[in-house]
């Protein structure tokens, strides 16, 4: 992405933050994976939105009106030596001449330098809790400069939330977003064909879940954006189920949660299908049930509506269809109310997407749902689920469950399905599996 993207978002929010403020925004930590080996790096999605810089060991800080520059960047230095165990560092010179950072330091010097940039400003806008280690940094440097005062320097006396204006921003997509996000997504659909072609019963679900991830790699999206989640039968009907180590059997669907990362940019997709290629009778009508509900909130996805339409519009659906299937009984709209429905639908219908895959951004303003906006991203996902032992449900529909999922984009005058390259209607499945 250009790093004047970056300074587009950086100078936006310098105008929040005015002119009394100063906004500090540490890198995410190194997680340790056992002994010596460590997790492979991902910065923190608030850092990155606003850095581009992708190094462990930093710290932003935002400092409006300074003659300097407002934009500081404190990151490790060049190290010949450890750059030759784990690459090259931007060190100071690349922070500012690649990163468009005004002024660059050594972190070692963060100390130092750090407590002097809160002298005389009233606001600091932190997220206090997120690194415990570092609030308590914090609280020191402004101890520090409390203790100044009798000199006529003063300390700040208000903490804001840094996430609440960078979250709101992150809810709208720019173009370099979306066309990150649609390479997610095209990615991510290939590799759930991928998937669709390679099942067979007897396979296991890792080997499965081995075909999406080597479609992600191949086509440079290096990490899935989540933990894949690939649960055949009765394993579908565990919402967040991802330990993907039993076998698939004959009979039995397979439900596939899986989205790729491309430059930290998720796609999230569901798709469910039948193992041996064919739906039977009654998983093709709860099926086409929930492609029928996930067709009708699609729908609702335009600017205008609230963020709860297409939930709503997805209820409608499944339960006249749970009805008419006689799954439940009763008028719908009074089973609507009853939330009769939420033993085979408990989810909510979508979630924003974007850097992390359950993205940032408030669902409703004040005690409203929030109107839908051009650049907003979100997930549609309806679902249904029948584990054994369901109460008064005949044993056929037993061990059923299904979600389909896509990531839609709200445009100006409607929507665009971004993951719309992964099959989804039952012939087009059953065609692919058969080919």
Known sequence: ??????????????????????????????????????YPYRPDSDFYYLTGFAESDAVAVLVPGRKEGAYILFCRERDPKMEIWNGPRAGQEGARALYGADEAYPISELDNILPTLLENRR??????????????????????????????????????????????????????????MRRAAVVSAAAHRRAMQACKPGMMEYQVEAELLHEFVREGCRFPAYNPIVGGGANACTLHYNDNNARLNDGELLLIDAGAEFNYYAADITRTFPVNGRFSPEQKALYELVLAAQSAAIDKVRPGNHWNEPHQAAVRVLTAGLVKLGLLSGKPAQL????????????????????????????????????????????????????????????????????????????????????????????????????
């Open 1 to 38: 992405m250009d790093k004047q993207e970056f300074a587009k978002r950086r100078a936006h929010l310098v105008r929040h933050i005015g002119k009394d403020g100063v906004a500090i925004l540490p890198s995410a930590p190194q997680a340790l994976r056992n002994r010596d080996s460590e």
């Open 123 to 180: 606001t600091v806008f932190y997220d206090m809790g997120r690194q415990p280690a570092f609030d308590q940094q914090l609280l020191g440097w402004i101890n520090r400069v409390r203790a100044k005062s009798r000199s006529g320097v003063r300390a700040p006396v208000v903490f804001s939330s840094l996430s609440e204006p960078v979250h709101e921003m992150r809810l709208f997509k720019s173009t370099a977003e979306v066309a990150a």
């Open 336 to 435: 609507i109310k009853d939330e009769s429905y939420r033993p085979f639908y408990m989810h909510r219908t979508g979630h924003w997407l974007g850097m992390d895959v359950h993205d940032v951004g408030d669902y409703k303003a004040g005690k409203d749902w929030r109107a839908l906006e051009p650049g907003m991203v979100l997930t549609v996902e309806p679902g249904l689920y029948i584990p054994a032992g369901s109460a008064n449900v005949p044993k056929k529909w037993w061990n059923i469950g299904i979600r389909i999922e896509d990531d839609v984009l709200v445009t100006k005058h409607g929507n665009d399905v971004l993951t719309r390259g992964a099959p989804k209607t039952v012939a087009e499945i059953e065609a692919l599996m058969v080919s």
